[in-house]
């Protein structure tokens, strides 16, 4: 192990932090691959910013050369606030930005605590207690406490937000008082009660046992209830969260999206100093980046999946990345699609929607393209989901992204 990835903390880096996407037509999914890699020189903070500034389009020079960055690919994301966080590329970055109640850990297989410390669940799976983690911030300095939850579920039910309910609301919809929110009859969730400032007591409508793991969607993490979100679109791109990192700047569409270590974060400390979200129109060009040395974590390009295996060696776990073993093809179990449009009077003639989908070649597209790296989907449910059919069982996904590079890793730009 070289010396500056032992000192940066990536011969151990997983995947966990980045969530990935990738757009096909009925693909079931079930691994992601992608390729993690530092920078092949210890170049100093102003070559650095040179060459990201001409990836990014305005990347400014910050920092100082002892600053330990990660420049990581994604497509332009449609959200980063809780508010409508519902794709891929929104969640890589958020999912450093917000702590959720809890958080399904991958690796262990465990619903693991995050903001919550403990939680009951009470008169037969209808009441779930939360306790908070006492001492956690916002990345303002505000104390996390039970009412920043209430207010940030309410606002995503609530049609005054701005001009309707978010998309993602259903996720709580089970929560007693939700219909009336979303209908405007009513302008709290009467079913979600801040007990104490570390006590939140959520009850449904029906048993449901599973909450405690839809509480783990980043859409429903804490924010501020001080007014911090009263600028609606200011807040989407520059949001106050909880995590363990906070954006640096606000983010640049089509460009860039930097993040910062939170050195108030309640939880382990992060081991890098910030992430650089850098913003391509394709997996194509960022793949070329990474091989110029612009990157340090992409997706795998089309048809580039078994030559990046054979160069940088295939992760063993499939999201932890190690020296000579850095291509991440671990499983997603995701369907990836496209929506026809009812409206239009060729589509809306359910025969031709049906010769579109058949003349569709899946197997050939996961075969060809994706280099038998994914499986084609027979349902809208991922392979790999219990009580799926067993035809999509066993189908494999992979989508291009992580492979670490020997040599420091770059500076801040």
Request: proline letters at 3%; charged letters at 25%.
């Amino acid at each position: 192990m070289d010396k500056e990835t032992e000192k940066i903390g990536l011969e151990n880096m997983d995947r966990r932090s980045f969530v990935a996407g990738a757009t096909v037509v009925g693909v079931s999914a079930l691994a992601t691959s992608m390729l993690a890699g530092c920078g092949g020189s210890s170049s100093s903070a102003s070559s650095s910013a040179s060459a990201s500034a001409s990836t990014s389009g305005s990347a400014s020079a910050s920092g100082s050369a002892a600053e330990k960055i990660i420049r990581y690919y994604i497509n332009q994301p449609v959200c980063i606030d809780t508010f409508d966080l519902q794709e891929s590329e929104g969640f890589q970055v958020a999912f450093n930005l917000y702590d959720p109640l809890t958080r399904f850990d991958q690796l262990s297989k465990k619903l693991v605590g995050m903001a919550a410390e403990s939680w009951e669940i009470t008169d037969n799976g209808t009441k779930f207690t939360f306790k908070l983690r006492q001492g956690a911030t916002f990345h303002n300095g505000d104390m996390v406490t039970a009412k920043d939850f209430k207010f940030a579920w309410e606002r995503i039910c609530n049609p005054k937000t701005t001009d309707e309910p978010s998309v993602i609301s259903y996720h709580i919809d089970k929560i007693k008082g939700y219909d009336d929110m979303i209908e405007g009859k009513a302008t709290e969730l009467s079913g979600v009660v801040a007990k104490d400032d570390f006590t939140l007591e959520v009850t449904l409508v029906e048993p449901f046992a599973d909450f405690v793991y839809v509480v783990s969607h980043l859409a429903l993490s804490p924010l501020p209830s001080s007014g911090a979100t009263k600028d609606f679109l200011g807040f989407g791109k520059a949001p106050i969260g909880n995590g363990a990192f906070m954006i640096d700047g606000k983010w640049m569409d089509d460009q860039y999206i930097r993040l910062k270590r939170f050195d108030e974060y309640h939880g382990e400390k992060a081991k890098i100093d910030g992430c650089d979200f850098l913003i391509f129109k394709s997996p194509e060009t960022a793949f070329t980046e990474f091989q110029a040395g612009n990157l340090d974590f992409t997706q795998i390009a089309n048809g580039q999946i078994t030559s990046t295996v054979a160069q940088h060696g295939l992760s063993t776990d499939g999201y932890t990345v190690t020296p000579g073993n850095k291509a991440l093809l671990g499983d997603e179990s995701s369907t990836y699609y496209f929506l026809m449009n009812h409206k239009d009077p060729l589509f809306a003639d359910k025969n031709v929607r049906k010769a579109v989908s058949m003349a569709i070649n899946r197997q050939a597209i996961c075969d060809v393209i994706f280099e038998g790296s994914r499986g084609p989907a027979d349902g809208m449910g991922a392979a790999g989901r219990r009580g799926q059919h067993s035809r999509s069982l066993g189908a494999r996904q992979g989508r291009g992204q992580a492979c670490r590079r020997p040599g420091s890793a770059r500076r801040r730009r």
